[in-house]
Nanobody, 119 residues
Framework: QVQLVESGGGLVQAGGSLTLSCAAS????????MGWFRQAPGKEREFVAS????????YYAASVKGRFTISRDNAKNTVYLQMNSLKPEDTAVYYC????????????WGKGTHVTVSS
């Protein structure tokens, strides 16, 4: 059974940095995409970034490109989201998710970690 556990959220001032972690277990993730999504209060969940585990290829939402970096550590089975130059509009619950490369939908989700960026 796939388990995804996020950590690293918190309160940070605008312009600051934060690194989120997603510990993944229950599978060998070489055939998976791992993604980060976020949901701000009163808004729909949105895509932030993803990484293809085996190839390391990465994808970003336009709103975070150049500020956020997604990466993975094979030995630790962990995916990271390094967030720099944070803005108040980055405030949200951040979720880690996983899907098989062949699937179109993410079907494994963590419980989320809160990120609050103060102005």
């Amino acid at each position: 059974q796939v388990q995804l556990v996020e950590s690293g959220g918190g309160l940070v001032q605008a312009g600051g940095s934060l690194t989120l972690s997603c510990a993944a277990s229950g599978r060998t993730f070489s055939s998976y995409f791992m993604g980060w999504f976020r949901q701000a209060p009163g808004k729909e969940r949105e895509f932030v970034a993803s990484i293809r585990w085996s190839a390391g290829s990465t994808y970003y939402a336009a709103s975070v490109k150049g500020r956020f970096t997604i990466s993975r550590d094979n030995a630790k089975n962990t995916v990271y989201l390094q967030m720099n130059s944070l803005k108040p509009e980055d405030t949200a619950v951040y979720y880690c998710a996983a899907r098989l490369v062949a699937d179109s939908e993410y079907n494994y989700w963590g419980k989320g970690t809160h990120v609050t960026v103060s102005s």
